[in-house]
């Protein structure tokens, strides 16, 4: 089983920067995403990468504000954020599993999952 730990989260102003970090302990699976949930919202995928090739894909709305990293040293993934808008403002969360293609945003994809994160922006 995998173990995810998400640390990082916090209260940023608008335009400013947070980086989450997500260590890894146990099987190591080929995909690692960064999903977020604002209250009464669905979850929804915001980066993920492969672990073999280290590709990376983002939800249009991060796109060219947030970057998602692995360190396959210490098994840690981090999610870089910056330009942050209020309606970043979300529980932030580490996956891992066996995804291909456009599946990295379902969440039903993933096998595990961290506690999650607070990230608030105002």
């Known amino acids: 089983d995998v173990q995810l730990v998400e640390s990082g989260g916090g209260s940023a102003l608008a335009g400013g920067s947070v980086r989450l970090s997500c260590a890894a302990s146990?099987?190591?699976?080929?995909?690692y995403s960064w999903f977020r949930q604002a209250p009464g919202q669905e979850r929804e995928g915001v980066a993920r990468?492969?672990?073999?090739?280290?590709?990376?894909r983002y939800v249009d709305t991060v796109k060219g504000r947030f970057t998602i990293s692995q360190d396959n040293t210490n098994n840690s993934v981090y999610l870089q954020m910056n330009s942050l808008k209020p309606e970043d403002t979300a529980m932030y969360y580490c996956?891992?599993?066996?995804?291909?293609?456009?599946?990295?945003?379902?969440?039903?994809?993933?096998?595990?999952w961290g506690q999650g994160t607070q990230v608030t922006v105002s």
């Open positions: 146990g099987y190591t699976f080929n995909t």
């Open positions: 996956a891992a599993g066996w995804v291909y293609g456009g599946l990295w945003l379902r969440p039903s994809a993933y096998n595990s």
């Open positions: 990468i492969a672990t073999g090739s280290g590709s990376t």
